[in-house]
């Protein structure tokens, strides 16, 4: 049986927009290391929180459910939305 050891998350401006949507294990969605210069720059700049969308996922659930989340909300780099995800 596959681990359900995985969530997605979302990390956004206090009062605000969702400018990033995530996926992981463990602490992975508290961490400030090996983030973006773009999401670094948004964290850094405003009073931000972040939110688990769904746990106990299997890493494949988690995958496709970060990728819905990403369409849903847009990329910002491609002038689609709100979000510094680069993948």
Partial sequence: MENKDYYVYVHKVKDGDIFYVGQGKGYRYKQ??????????VYNNNKCEVLKVKDNLTREESLILEAKLIKQYGRKDKNLGTLVNQN
């Fill in 32 to 41: 400030k290391e090996r983030r973006t210069a773009s999401w670094l720059e």
